[in-house]
């Protein structure tokens, strides 16, 4: 079991150049007890490395789906799906969106044309093995657990690192391809 409690976090200083380690405690909240820390990674090396060994642990095939134009916020659907972590924890969560996905168009654009694809689909295929679980946090923990394991597994990514996986399951969820939809 990886205990994202135990991770540092690393900001970037605005030259690039030094990074600093700060913690921050979002508190705890219901059955929290993986999420008590919440870890903001915003330095981009770290976000492509771990994003690239989660699309390469994918080995599935991708198809075109059909776009979704149903309008709603991403509080909206935490509210709907009873997200406790991302309701407590939602800027900070935020906060890292722009920069995964900066990171994926990247991917997209250059290497490896289907990475959001392969990444959603990967994502979506542990949510499916997990969805039954009672609570959605639980889902969620499950989620970032079984993709941590394989990324330390499989990949050649460290401990510190494998810190972004909540962060990219969270924007996974925002682009609306993991829990149900609000009505």
């Not at 659907?77 to 168009?105: G, P, W």
């Amino acid at each position: 079991m990886v205990d994202f409690t135990k991770h540092t976090n690393i900001f970037r200083d605005n030259d690039l150049k030094n990074s600093t380690v700060q913690q921050t405690n979002i508190g705890s909240v219901g059955t929290l007890n993986s999420y008590e820390t919440a870890v903001l990674i915003t330095t981009p090396s770290i976000i492509q490395e771990v994003l690239e060994g989660i699309i390469d642990l994918s080995m599935e095939e991708i198809e075109a789906t059909e776009l979704d134009t149903q309008l709603y916020t991403i509080e909206s659907k935490i509210d709907y799906n009873e997200i406790t972590v991302y309701k407590v924890a939602y800027d900070i969560y935020m906060s890292e969106k722009q920069l995964i996905e900066h990171r994926l168009k990247s991917l997209d654009n250059g290497k490896n044309p289907l990475a959001s694809q392969k990444l959603y689909k990967y994502v979506q295929r542990i949510y499916g093995k997990h969805c039954y679980h009672k609570s959605s946090d639980q889902i969620i923990e499950c989620i970032c657990e079984e993709i941590s394991n394989g990324l330390l597994r499989v990949q050649n990514i460290s401990l510190d690192d494998v810190a972004v996986v909540p962060y990219i399951v969270f924007y996974v969820f925002s682009k609306c391809h993991i829990f149900k939809k609000p009505i």
